[in-house]
């Protein structure tokens, strides 16, 4: 009963949205609205209110708006024939058909805005982690800089930066950064980068490398021989101290190890230890002690090394484990390129794909070695049921990190009216690229899906919350919108074919023409539903 009520509210909004765009245009343009109905059979409940029937109806899968003059052959009384569609200018005819799909286009800026004006806080402009050899590691920007403005327009989020990064590939941006509380101006030009967007279109982007979570100052050992493994230290201990000065990221880490030189460190760290409770096994972390004395003929090394690169654990029959990779190892290298977090081998192997990289790894206690990993596609189904796919490696690092702190939205308004339009548009974008590549037989019909896959999406989408609610009905109604727009005959966009034609005619076109057209659009129309059927059948009851 829940997913049929979340189904009733999802769908409701969006078909009475649609014909209202309908019913308001008849009105505005002096066409008489016959009835107005939500739901198709016979009324549930209906009420005359001038000379209007509005009705509810049992079946939920749509409604309709009846006009004077819609059909070509509907008798009129002479005293209302002005009224008629048919009888009305050519742009009120197009305004009256087009405002049904309009308004389903112009809903989602609501349920958008509604959304975002619910968020309070977002991700400020805070660098985390730089990637090796990137635009912002050759510009010398650090860990903590805060990205001010770019070319003179101020940046509030992390959001708003990626956006104008994004757009700026090989091309050089000047950004303000506050560090310590100064700024200064650093002129940066982001790599251009090919990746695939959401409907797998190759899409150029501008990157800095930059991310915005730091990591906890983790360690990783490879050296048996070091004074960090004879004092019983081991990979994944986390620093909390050297010599009394605190230690909260991995950077600090780096610097202080470097400061010290061949100094007498004195470590506090932590170790977590996993305990078994009534509702599962805990980590406890407890603190430790110990002193370290750099070895001299090692340049000073102590055998302290960030963990960002040391594999902790690898999945059984994954790329990973065939190569020969074990948990423990550190990547020192991918494609001959030396490497010293994570990100950058993750960039990389994206880049690779499933072509087989070279990858150097060390092992405790051994001598460093090289494997060759030749990544798989895989597929995953998420809470909609959508397949996906992606690369799977099958190695995954230490990587106890955090972002910095959410800070509170300047203008919530004007944010949240700039993230509708942004949302919509990015929306219609991806839905003209996915028809377009249909058309093309870029893309198949399997992501197709109709009321019976609407109905499920209801109830999860409801267990989801109300923001995933909104999100979910917003998509739909721009699909609606969209689709309804389209050339089809018996479609909104089918009667605004017609009167095109009939405007560069000069007159309508015929009576059997109409027909015939509307019968080969009704075939496609089935056609489609068939296989969106089929789709769903097979997606949520055959998986």
Do not use: C
Request: aromatic share 8%.
């Amino acid at each position: 009963m829940t997913q049929f009520l979340a189904f009733i509210l999802l769908i409701g909004p969006l078909i009475f949205v649609h014909e209202l765009g309908h019913l308001l245009a008849a009105k505005l343009v002096d066409v008489k609205v016959v009835r107005f109905s939500l739901g198709f059979g016979p009324a549930l409940a209906k009420i005359r209110l001038g000379e209007t029937e509005y009705r509810i109806a049992p079946i939920p899968l749509g409604g309709y708006v009846t006009l004077l003059g819609q059909s070509p052959d509907e008798p009129l009384a002479p005293h209302e024939a002005h009224r008629a569609l048919r009888n009305r200018p050519l742009w009120a005819r197009y305004l009256v058909l087009g405002a049904g799909p309009l308004f389903n286009l112009l809903l989602p800026l609501l349920l958008y805005f509604t959304f975002y004006l619910g968020h309070t806080v977002i991700p400020p402009p805070v660098i985390g982690t730089v990637l090796d050899d990137s635009a912002a590691a050759t510009s010398e920007l650090q860990s903590g800089d805060r990205i001010v403005a770019i070319d003179g327009t101020d940046i509030h989020s992390w959001g708003e930066m990626q956006d104008h990064v994004r757009a700026a590939p090989d091309r050089e941006v000047k950004l303000q950064i506050e560090r310590d509380g100064v700024r200064f101006d650093r002129f940066v030009t982001p790599r251009r980068s090919v990746v695939k967007n959401a409907v797998d279109e190759p899409e150029a982007r501008g990157m800095l490398g930059v991310f915005p979570w730091v990591y906890a100052p983790q360690i990783g050992i490879v050296d048996t021989d070091s004074p960090a493994y004879e004092q019983g230290l081991m990979t994944g201990d986390i620093i909390t101290s050297i010599n009394g000065e605190p230690i909260e990221t991995v950077e600090d880490l780096e610097r202080e190890l470097t400061r010290q030189g061949t100094a007498l460190l004195r470590l506090t760290y932590l170790r977590a230890v996993p305990v078994r409770g009534e509702l599962g096994t805990y980590w406890w972390y407890a603190s430790h002690h110990a002193r370290l004395l750099p070895r001299h003929e090692a340049g000073a090394s102590t055998g302290l090394l960030p963990a960002n690169t040391f594999v902790r654990t690898v999945a059984s029959g994954s790329p990973a484990a065939k190569a020969g990779i074990r948990p423990g190892d550190r990547v020192l290298a991918v494609d001959e390129r030396p490497v010293t977090r994570w990100e950058t081998v993750a960039v990389m192997l994206d880049r690779q794909g499933t072509k087989p990289i070279d990858m150097r790894v060390q092992s405790p206690g051994e001598a460093p070695r090289t494997v060759r990993v030749e990544q798989e596609i895989r597929t995953h189904r998420g809470i909609y049921k959508q397949e996906r796919s992606y690369l799977f490696f099958g190695a995954d690092p230490y990587a106890k990190r955090e972002a910095p702190p959410p800070e509170p939205i300047r203008g919530r308004v004007t944010y949240a009216v700039r993230s509708a339009v942004s949302e919509t548009l990015s929306m219609l974008g991806m839905m003209w690229t996915s028809l377009r590549q249909m058309v093309t037989l870029e893309r198949g019909v399997d992501e197709l899906s109709s009321v019976v896959g609407i109905f499920n999406v209801a109830g999860t989408a409801a267990e989801q919350g109300p923001g995933q609610f909104l999100l979910l009905m917003a998509l739909l109604s721009i699909n609606l919108g969209f689709v309804n727009l389209l050339p089809i005959p018996i479609l909104d966009g089918g009667h605004l074919m017609f009167f095109t034609l009939e405007a560069l005619r000069r007159r309508p076109l015929g009576q059997r023409a109409r027909e015939v057209a509307s019968a080969v659009g009704l075939v496609i129309i089935l056609v489609l539903l068939l296989i969106a059927l089929r789709n769903d059948i097979t997606r949520f009851w055959m998986d």
